[in-house]
């Protein structure tokens, strides 16, 4: 690394620095138009295929900002190419329920009926501890309260529980005509009052801030206020050591 600065001038070590900022702000940049292009599956529902082809992307953006041998062009031809594979071979999955499972795969049942189905784990690549954290990250300790657990083509694991093990519904309780209303809304966020969340709670942003002035408070001194419809209002201050109101109607 030293022999790097020994060997050349200032201005050529400042031509060379420049023309690696140039390069990673211009891959950045075409690594982001690419990522809109194939669209946010890439980012929230990653399958093998996805993932290989994310990775790839990746590491030519990466190389392309720091490897000054390498054209601008090649890393531009290699990248969209990868992309346009991605699009297409999305689009005939959407088509062909074969096509769809070879490059995604299908879902995997790990637990049926309470039992824990070994072969299937081995198939997921899962062992006994990743399945049972996965199970109390949902909320379930005792494996014999699961129906059905599956890993998803992502890799995540969805829970279907025992009829006597799920939560009941209004339709257990013989609940008539149930209105799911909004248990709070984040009127102010940062310091900045949110106007359609206001509106969802039936309130005017003249009347909100007269409700904070009667207690002392300006809505830009807080890191998030909470408002329901039944009107009860809950502030958090960015100031830690600053006066506090936790809940006032």
Do not use: W
């Not at 790097?4 to 990673?24: K, V």
């Not at 950045?28 to 996805?50: A, E, H, P, Y």
């Not at 990743?130 to 949902?138: M, T």
């Amino acid at each position: 690394m030293f022999e790097y600065f020994e060997t050349l001038t200032a201005g050529e070590i400042f031509t060379d620095i420049g023309d690696i900022a140039l390069r990673a702000f211009f891959s950045i940049v075409f690594l982001f138009f690419l990522t809109k292009m194939m669209g946010n599956k890439q980012i929230s529902q990653l399958n093998l295929f996805d993932y290989a082809v994310g990775i790839s992307i990746g590491s030519i953006a990466a190389d392309m900002a720091t490897n000054q041998d390498t054209p601008h062009h090649f890393a531009f031809i290699a990248m969209f190419i990868y992309a346009v594979i991605t699009i297409i071979t999305s689009a005939i999955s959407r088509k062909n329920l074969s096509a769809r499972r070879f490059f995604q795969g299908t879902p995997v049942v790990l637990i049926e009926d309470g039992q824990i189905i070994k072969e299937n784990l081995a198939k997921a690549s899962f062992d006994i501890n990743e399945l049972l954290a996965e199970c109390r990250y949902s909320g379930y300790f005792d494996i014999s309260q699961i129906q059905f657990a599956m890993e998803e083509t992502d890799g995540r694991i969805s829970i279907i529980p025992k009829a006597n093990a799920r939560a009941a519904t209004t339709e257990d309780l013989n609940v008539k005509n149930p209105k799911t209303v909004l248990p709070a809304a984040d009127v102010v966020i940062d310091g900045q009052i949110v106007k359609n969340n206001l509106k969802s709670v039936n309130m005017e942003i003249e009347e909100f801030k007269k409700r904070l002035a009667e207690h002392n408070i300006n809505f830009k001194e807080l890191l998030l206020a909470t408002l329901t419809k039944e009107g009860t209002l809950n502030v958090f201050f960015k100031n830690a050591s600053a006066k506090k109101y936790d809940k006032f109607m």
